[in-house]
Protein backbone atom coordinates (compact mmCIF):
# COMPACT_ATOMS: atom_id res chain seq x y z
CA UNK A 1 0.00 0.00 0.00
CA UNK A 2 1.86 3.57 -1.49
CA UNK A 3 1.47 6.30 0.96
CA UNK A 4 -0.20 8.86 -0.53
CA UNK A 5 0.89 13.00 -1.28
CA UNK A 6 0.74 14.91 1.62
CA UNK A 7 -1.07 18.23 0.69
CA UNK A 8 1.83 20.89 2.46
CA UNK A 9 -1.30 23.01 4.54
CA UNK A 10 -1.97 23.45 8.00
CA UNK A 11 -3.95 20.40 9.66
CA UNK A 12 -7.04 21.04 10.88
CA UNK A 13 -7.50 18.71 13.41
CA UNK A 14 -5.25 19.42 16.83
CA UNK A 15 -4.95 16.15 18.00
CA UNK A 16 -4.02 15.27 14.28
CA UNK A 17 -1.83 18.10 14.28
CA UNK A 18 0.26 17.12 17.95
CA UNK A 19 0.84 13.67 16.12
CA UNK A 20 2.22 15.18 12.86
CA UNK A 21 3.95 17.61 15.07
CA UNK A 22 5.65 14.47 17.40
CA UNK A 23 6.40 12.14 14.43
CA UNK A 24 8.63 14.96 12.50
CA UNK A 25 10.26 16.29 15.21
CA UNK A 26 11.45 13.04 15.80
CA UNK A 27 12.80 12.28 12.32
CA UNK A 28 14.03 15.97 12.12
CA UNK A 29 16.06 15.02 15.17
CA UNK A 30 17.36 11.69 14.05
CA UNK A 31 18.35 13.24 10.77
CA UNK A 32 20.54 15.71 12.11
CA UNK A 33 22.18 13.30 14.17
CA UNK A 34 22.49 11.13 11.06
CA UNK A 35 24.10 13.88 9.49
CA UNK A 36 26.46 14.75 12.09
CA UNK A 37 27.58 11.13 12.29
CA UNK A 38 28.13 10.64 8.92
CA UNK A 39 29.53 13.55 7.74
CA UNK A 40 31.54 14.85 11.02
CA UNK A 41 29.28 17.80 10.97
CA UNK A 42 28.52 20.24 13.72
CA UNK A 43 24.42 20.16 14.39
CA UNK A 44 22.49 22.68 16.01
CA UNK A 45 18.41 22.81 15.72
CA UNK A 46 15.89 24.42 17.79
CA UNK A 47 12.40 23.09 17.03
CA UNK A 48 9.54 25.42 18.58
CA UNK A 49 6.13 23.82 19.33
CA UNK A 50 2.74 25.49 18.97
CA UNK A 51 2.39 26.16 22.42
CA UNK A 52 6.26 28.02 22.60
CA UNK A 53 8.27 25.10 23.61
CA UNK A 54 11.71 24.46 22.68
CA UNK A 55 13.36 21.44 21.35
CA UNK A 56 16.78 21.42 21.15
CA UNK A 57 19.61 19.45 19.78
CA UNK A 58 23.51 19.57 19.92
CA UNK A 59 26.20 17.53 18.64
CA UNK A 60 29.27 19.31 20.77
CA UNK A 61 27.25 19.23 23.88
CA UNK A 62 24.57 21.43 24.99
CA UNK A 63 23.82 24.61 22.89
CA UNK A 64 24.72 27.50 25.17
CA UNK A 65 21.55 29.36 26.33
CA UNK A 66 22.95 32.28 25.12
CA UNK A 67 22.56 31.81 21.56
CA UNK A 68 19.05 30.08 22.19
CA UNK A 69 17.98 33.82 24.14
CA UNK A 70 19.28 35.29 20.95
CA UNK A 71 16.88 33.31 18.36
CA UNK A 72 13.95 33.92 21.22
CA UNK A 73 13.95 37.58 22.12
CA UNK A 74 15.06 40.80 19.76
CA UNK A 75 13.61 42.87 22.13
CA UNK A 76 16.34 44.55 24.66
CA UNK A 77 13.37 45.25 27.02
CA UNK A 78 12.55 41.81 27.04
CA UNK A 79 16.37 40.25 27.17
CA UNK A 80 16.39 42.44 30.38
CA UNK A 81 12.98 41.02 31.98
CA UNK A 82 14.03 37.77 31.32
CA UNK A 83 17.55 38.25 32.70
CA UNK A 84 16.11 39.50 35.96
CA UNK A 85 13.80 37.06 36.47
CA UNK A 86 16.97 33.83 35.74
CA UNK A 87 18.39 36.07 38.46
CA UNK A 88 15.78 35.82 41.29
CA UNK A 89 15.05 32.18 39.96
CA UNK A 90 18.69 31.62 41.24
CA UNK A 91 18.84 33.70 44.50
CA UNK A 92 15.80 31.54 45.13
CA UNK A 93 17.42 28.48 43.84
CA UNK A 94 20.49 29.86 46.54
CA UNK A 95 18.18 30.16 49.15
CA UNK A 96 16.58 26.76 48.52
CA UNK A 97 20.48 24.41 48.72
CA UNK A 98 21.05 26.96 51.61
CA UNK A 99 18.42 25.71 53.90
CA UNK A 100 18.20 21.90 52.67
CA UNK A 101 15.28 22.02 50.60
CA UNK A 102 13.12 23.56 52.60
CA UNK A 103 10.92 26.05 51.30
CA UNK A 104 8.79 26.52 47.77
CA UNK A 105 9.61 25.73 44.06
CA UNK A 106 7.85 25.29 41.17
CA UNK A 107 9.00 22.92 38.43
CA UNK A 108 10.17 25.00 35.92
CA UNK A 109 12.10 27.23 38.23
CA UNK A 110 13.94 24.00 39.81
CA UNK A 111 14.50 23.06 36.07
CA UNK A 112 16.33 26.53 35.25
CA UNK A 113 18.46 25.54 38.75
CA UNK A 114 19.13 21.75 37.08
CA UNK A 115 20.27 23.30 34.11
CA UNK A 116 22.02 26.16 35.35
CA UNK A 117 24.28 23.12 38.38
CA UNK A 118 24.88 20.75 35.17
CA UNK A 119 26.56 24.25 33.31
CA UNK A 120 28.27 24.72 36.44
CA UNK A 121 29.40 21.06 36.40
CA UNK A 122 30.75 21.35 33.70
CA UNK A 123 32.91 24.69 33.95
CA UNK A 124 34.25 22.54 37.51
CA UNK A 125 34.94 19.64 35.52
CA UNK A 126 37.00 21.42 32.69
CA UNK A 127 38.39 23.66 35.35
CA UNK A 128 39.80 20.30 37.24
CA UNK A 129 40.97 18.69 33.82
CA UNK A 130 43.12 21.66 32.77
CA UNK A 131 44.69 21.74 36.39
CA UNK A 132 45.62 17.89 36.49
CA UNK A 133 46.88 18.30 32.03
CA UNK A 134 49.26 21.07 34.07
CA UNK A 135 50.58 19.07 36.72
CA UNK A 136 51.27 15.90 34.29
CA UNK A 137 53.54 18.49 32.54
CA UNK A 138 55.22 19.03 35.28
CA UNK A 139 55.55 15.53 36.81
CA UNK A 140 57.01 14.76 33.03
CA UNK A 141 59.17 17.67 33.37
CA UNK A 142 60.25 16.80 36.62
CA UNK A 143 61.02 12.98 35.05
CA UNK A 144 63.30 14.30 32.66
CA UNK A 145 65.38 16.36 35.15
CA UNK A 146 65.78 13.31 37.01
CA UNK A 147 66.25 11.16 34.34
CA UNK A 148 68.78 13.71 33.33
CA UNK A 149 70.50 13.79 36.33
CA UNK A 150 70.79 10.12 36.91
CA UNK A 151 72.17 9.45 33.79
CA UNK A 152 75.11 12.15 34.76
CA UNK A 153 75.85 11.15 38.38
CA UNK A 154 75.90 7.13 36.31
CA UNK A 155 78.32 8.86 34.17
CA UNK A 156 80.51 10.54 37.01
CA UNK A 157 80.44 6.89 38.90
CA UNK A 158 81.34 5.17 35.63
CA UNK A 159 84.45 7.31 35.31
CA UNK A 160 85.30 7.18 38.71
CA UNK A 161 85.16 3.68 39.47
CA UNK A 162 85.37 2.28 36.10
CA UNK A 163 82.12 0.17 36.86
CA UNK A 164 80.25 0.63 33.56
CA UNK A 165 81.26 -2.97 32.89
CA UNK A 166 80.29 -4.73 36.17
CA UNK A 167 77.05 -2.74 36.60
CA UNK A 168 74.47 -4.87 34.55
CA UNK A 169 76.29 -7.77 36.50
CA UNK A 170 75.48 -6.06 39.91
CA UNK A 171 71.75 -5.41 38.82
CA UNK A 172 70.84 -8.75 37.96
CA UNK A 173 71.33 -10.47 41.23
CA UNK A 174 70.05 -7.68 43.95
CA UNK A 175 69.52 -9.83 47.12
CA UNK A 176 66.65 -8.06 48.83
CA UNK A 177 67.02 -7.81 52.85
CA UNK A 178 62.98 -8.29 53.14
CA UNK A 179 63.58 -11.94 50.99
CA UNK A 180 67.06 -12.89 52.79
CA UNK A 181 69.08 -12.34 56.03
CA UNK A 182 72.45 -11.87 53.58
CA UNK A 183 74.31 -8.45 54.23
CA UNK A 184 76.71 -7.19 51.96
CA UNK A 185 80.28 -6.50 53.83
CA UNK A 186 81.49 -4.20 52.14
CA UNK A 187 79.22 -1.29 50.62
CA UNK A 188 80.24 1.06 48.18
CA UNK A 189 81.01 4.67 49.16
CA UNK A 190 80.80 7.77 46.61
CA UNK A 191 82.54 10.81 47.58
CA UNK A 192 79.68 13.30 48.21
CA UNK A 193 79.52 15.95 45.43
CA UNK A 194 77.53 19.06 44.85
CA UNK A 195 75.82 19.48 41.15
CA UNK A 196 74.01 22.04 40.33
CA UNK A 197 71.16 21.88 37.71
Known amino acids: MARGKIQMKRIENPVHRQVTFCKRRAGLLKKAKELSVLCDAEIGLFIFSAHGKLYEQATKGKICEKSCRQ ?21 KGLRFISRGGAGAMTLDELNVIEKRLEI ?16 IQLLKNKEGILQAANKHLQQKVDEQYGMGELAPMLTNNIQYP ?3 NIQTQCPLTIPSETYLF
Open 178 to 180: LTT
Open 71 to 91: VITEDPKEEISMLKHEIEILH
Open 120 to 135: WIDHVRSAKMDIMVQE
